[in-house]
């Protein structure tokens, strides 16, 4: 699959964006031994997370699952994701609560 190149979707995220990440992970093998077989076989992970964009460069994009409204030095669930491995990033749109019509 291809990566993200220069120009693509990445430079239109900003920090403080909701995004949707698509991006491949590194996979092991905890056994001592496995067969060549099994070895041709590893193929790196497809993840996806979901968060908001903490900080950006040319090398990573870092994203926080959790947030704290009350006060914007509390994150959790933090990745911080190489861009070489980025699949594919969508912003997501907000969304209002919508109040029953009386």
Not at 23 to 30: E, L, N, P, S, V
Not at 42 to 60: D, W
Not at 91 to 99: D, G, P, T, W
């Amino acid at each position: 699959m291809p990566r993200l190149q220069q120009g693509d979707a990445k430079d239109l995220i900003r920090v403080g964006d909701i995004v949707i990440l698509r991006w491949q992970d590194i996979i092991g093998h905890d056994s001592a031994w496995i067969s060549r077989e099994e070895v041709k076989e590893m193929k790196p992970l497809e993840m996806t997370s979901v968060g908001r964009v903490v900080s950006k460069t040319r090398h990573h994009i870092t994203i926080a699952g959790t947030w704290s409204t009350d006060d914007p030095d509390t994150w959790g669930n933090c990745n911080c994701i190489p861009t070489g491995v980025v699949l594919e990033i969508r912003k997501v749109e907000s969304c209002q609560k919508r109040r029953k019509k009386k």
